[in-house]
């Protein structure tokens, strides 16, 4: 068993994912939507609203940050604000009809797109991959993990 490279794979993810980004947006004629707005869309899928601050803290942004990029997604047609049932003071954030229709066509166009260029590679890569997903999505949950840890130590030295 070999030794972990955390360079090596940082090295690989990072242009996977703008290269994979970037040929979906072309195969469905998609517009480039920054990737702190598609985070707010992935954590809105359809039927879901939440207060502005509670995808702060589940996206480990701050409440201005957060209030920014609302604004620029509600003047694109990407989310409505709604005021809440239970407290008129308060609002509540859901993604388009627009938005989850994007966001549809680039999962489809992604996924096509990885099924196409993995049928290209060898069974023993076809294992492999197949073998390194659950690891990579527990990869991905404990670097969430760490960074919202960072984002809540950030948050109360401000206080």
């Known amino acids: 068993m070999s030794a972990l490279d955390p360079a090596g794979l940082a090295a690989v993810i990072s242009p996977l994912r703008r290269a994979l980004l970037a040929a979906a947006r072309a195969a469905e004629h998609l517009p480039e939507i920054p990737d702190a707005q598609i985070e707010i869309i992935r954590a809105l899928p359809r039927g879901t609203v939440a207060a502005p601050g509670e995808l702060a803290q589940r996206l480990g942004l701050s409440r201005s940050t957060v209030s920014n990029l609302l604004r620029a997604m509600e003047a694109n047609g990407l989310i409505a604000r709604q005021q809440r049932r239970d407290d008129r003071r308060q ?7 627009r938005a989850l229709d994007l966001f549809g066509r680039f999962d489809r166009a992604s996924a ?3 099924a196409d260029a ?4 060898s069974t023993p890569d076809h294992h492999a991959l197949a073998a390194a997903l659950p690891a990579l999505q527990r990869l ?6 760490q960074r919202l840890i960072a984002g809540t130590t950030k948050s109360e030295e401000e206080k």
């Open 140 to 145: 991905c949950d404990a670097v969430n993990a």
């Open 118 to 121: 993995a049928a290209t590679l």
């Open 112 to 114: 096509r797109l990885v």
């Open 91 to 97: 609002v509540a954030v859901l993604a388009s009809a």
